[in-house]
């Protein structure tokens, strides 16, 4: 047995690829990979042999159309057995001068059992008439999309047992009459998302109207609806999101009233010191005459007694111009602590818009950013890349085995462990470093800093982590683990081109055996 590790045999693997010369396509890698590592390598699914023997087979009879039809299908999803069945079936519904076609095909792949006791013996109308059917639900599957699982295998299995060959048109008939219901839910479904998007559409256009000068708020708000248009999508997602705009609707309509106040209070702050800037010039005026008027009679004064009145009156003058000055000043005064208070009490609100409006960047249930927050952040480090020459690796993770764990415990613990391996990886990253969910149960991870073999090592930790810290549903204890395919950006790569590579190394690790780190 290798003892190598997954990492060091990824990295032997390059290195083969590079000293052969050979194309990094998936096929090289996947030879190369099975190479070092000792494990025996399957021969690649001959497409487009198996095509050419499938456009050879005459369609002269329905029985043929059928069969034809199988193959044509099971040669698209690489399916040996498929591929075996349609051919031994054809055999059946074959009339003699065609028989040695249907032979040499199945000589050409490899020795079968002989087709005669195989041969299908149902009607040719009824086998049309599944087939017609089958059509008919495969057309219509991509109107209802794929956000229920169950309903998704549900429809494979009734179209898998309408195709077999001598189907059972009784238990058919049974899977049809409860697919048909499961289709009216799914169909309802729809609906109601249909309705919630338009209900949100029409909250944005209203909203449009009520919008103050910050186009922030706007700009936030349609991301968040273009975030819930996104596929796949499901009423929660929709709910949360108009939850999310009306929040930020009320915040925004709160701060444009008081912006308003605000404005109104300067206009009224100003009013009132021209007017007592006009009453204090009137009143110097006044001042200044009676003064003059004054100093005449003082001059004309002979007497003390003549002095007298005049001195009470200068003083009464200066009092009352000192009085009209401190309530000038004091009515100014309390005008500008009110309009002070009303811009710190609107800097608050503006924050707390600006808080709101950053929640359509993140993801609801597991608080890491979502794809608009993601792709923000990829520009951000794209930037410091260029800028400071220094290396960026991309991390993507995807849970093992989580649909079995949603079928086996419900939604409710799968939305659980996704928290649950968002709060782990937070914990177990740096500062510097970015999560992400990137869709359902798959995560990036941005490493800035950071090399393939020390992204590698990270992804390799935080698994090592995820071990330590079990996930509790209910009473019982379940292990979380993670696939994951690490990729360094490369010079002059797009931030999307080396996710999608560490998507593929993902790929690879899912099929090497999962729990387990590939770099690309």
């Not at 229920?148 to 008939?173: C, I, N, Y």
Request: charged share 25%.
């Amino acid at each position: 047995m290798n003892d190598k590790k997954p990492f060091e045999i990824a990295r032997e693997t390059l290195k083969q690829l590079t000293a052969r010369k050979l194309a990094p396509t998936p096929a090289n890698y996947q030879v190369i990979y099975s190479e070092v590592a000792g494990v025996p390598t399957e021969p690649p699914f001959p497409v487009e042999r198996l095509r050419v023997i499938a456009q050879a087979l005459p369609t002269k009879t329905p029985g043929q159309q059928k069969q034809r039809g199988l193959l044509d299908s099971a040669i698209t999803q690489l399916n040996w057995d498929g591929v075996k069945n349609a051919l031994m079936a054809y055999g059946g519904f074959s009339p003699p001068a065609a028989a040695p076609v249907a032979a040499s095909a199945l000589a050409l792949l490899a020795p079968l059992p002989d087709t005669a006791s195989t041969a299908v013996t149902a009607p040719a109308l009824t086998a049309d008439f599944l087939e017609q059917i089958a059509r008919l639900i495969e057309y219509a599957l991509p109107a209802l999309g794929t956000d229920d699982a169950r309903f998704s295998e549900q429809s494979q299995a009734l179209l898998q047992a309408m195709r077999q060959p001598g189907a059972d048109v009784l238990a058919v008939k049974l899977m049809l009459s409860n697919f048909g219901n499961r289709l009216s839910f799914a169909a309802e479904d729809q609906a109601e998302i249909k309705v919630t998007l338009l209900r949100l559409l029409h909250l944005i256009i209203e909203n449009i109207g009520e919008l103050s000068l910050d186009d922030r708020w706007l700009t936030g708000q349609i991301d968040a609806l273009m975030t819930a248009s996104a596929p796949p999508l499901s009423l929660r997602r929709l709910d949360d999101v108009e939850r999310r705009l009306k929040d930020v609707i009320f915040k925004q309509t709160e701060a444009k009233g008081r912006a308003l106040e605000a404005q109104e209070d300067m206009r009224q702050m100003l009013a009132t010191f021209i007017e007592r800037l006009s009453q204090m010039t009137e009143s110097t005026g006044t001042y200044q005459g009676k003064m003059e008027e004054n100093a005449r009679l003082i001059e004309q004064a002979k007497t003390m007694a003549d002095i007298t009145p005049v001195l009470k009156d200068v003083v009464g003058a200066t009092r009352s111009m000192a009085h009209d000055s401190l309530m000038a000043r004091d009515e100014l005064r309390g005008m500008r602590e009110k309009a002070q208070a009303t811009e710190a009490e609107l800097v608050k609100l503006h924050q707390e818009l600006d808080r709101v409006s950053a929640l359509a960047r993140h993801d609801s249930l597991t608080g890491a950013l979502n794809r608009k927050g993601l792709d923000e952040a990829l520009e951000r480090e794209l930037s410091n890349v260029r800028r400071k020459d220094t290396p960026l690796c991309m991390a993507m993770l995807d849970i093992d085995n989580f649909k079995k764990l949603n079928d086996t415990l419900g939604h409710v613990a799968g939305d659980a462990a996704l928290t649950h391996l968002a709060t782990v990886a937070r914990e177990a990253m740096r500062p510097q470093d970015t999560l992400a969910r990137y869709g359902g149960e798959e995560f990036v991870i941005l490493l800035p800093d950071t090399s393939l073999d020390n992204g590698i090592e990270a992804m390799t930790r935080l698994q090592r982590e995820l071990t330590k810290h079990f996930f509790l549903a209910g009473t019982e204890k379940v292990l979380i683990t993670f696939s994951a395919g690490v990729a360094q950006l490369a010079t002059d790569e797009s931030g999307l081109d080396a996710i999608k590579r560490a998507d593929q190394a993902m790929y690879l690790a899912k099929r090497a055996g999962k729990n387990r780190v590939l770099g690309a």
